[in-house]
């Protein structure tokens, strides 16, 4: 794709792909990859599961490109499916009992005072309470305090209403704490 067509907004984009041109959607690709690659990064164990999971989302993105409306913009309509595709991961690896890495310290959940000195064991001990948590607690959680996203948007790309977004992170945090202070106590 050429600089001219780099400005193109990704409604338009849509639109050239749908006609045929696999350029535009590359472009697309180069657009939001770093975004993906994020939301994936919250979930993969390794690059190479990383480089899986942004795979899939851009190939679900390309084979459900016809049911984009263009009713949000085509970042949110794209993180809505990466969100999935994260959601099944999560759900797919809490089936299998594979242990889950999580970068601990990009967390912003408030934990006890005993956890906020990042030792070693504190850290275990909330890695271990992370994966307690059910795939669509976890989500809920990563969307509004990993990605910063607000209320709204955790909302539109989860497909729920705010108030189950609020209800899911409260509940969320909730099980968190119970899960910690058992690690804490037990570990």
Not at 147 to 163: C, L, R
Request: proline share 3%; hydrophobic share 40%.
């Amino acid at each position: 794709m050429d600089s001219a067509e780099a400005g193109v907004p990704d409604e338009r984009l849509v639109e050239q792909v749908r006609a045929g041109n696999g350029a535009a959607y590359e472009e697309l690709i180069r657009r939001h990859k770093q975004k993906i690659f994020c939301m994936a990064a919250r979930i993969a164990r390794d690059s190479l599961e990383l480089e899986e999971i942004a795979q899939e989302v851009f190939v679900k993105a390309y084979e459900k490109l016809a049911s984009y409306r263009g009713d949000a913009p085509f970042g949110h309509w794209l993180a809505r499916i990466a969100t999935n595709t994260c959601y099944d991961y999560l759900r797919k690896r809490k089936q299998r009992r594979v242990e889950v890495s999580v970068d601990l310290h990009e967390w912003k959940l408030e934990a006890p005072a005993e956890t906020q000195g990042t030792e070693p064991k504190e850290l275990a001990a909330l890695a271990r309470a992370l994966e307690g948590l059910r795939p669509d607690e976890r989500m809920v959680l990563t969307l509004l305090e990993l990605e910063e996203k607000s209320v709204k948007e955790t909302a539109y790309i989860m497909d729920i209403s705010e108030g189950n977004v609020k209800v899911r992170a409260h509940r969320a945090r909730k099980a968190l704490k119970v899960l910690l202070e058992k690690e804490l106590n037990h570990g």
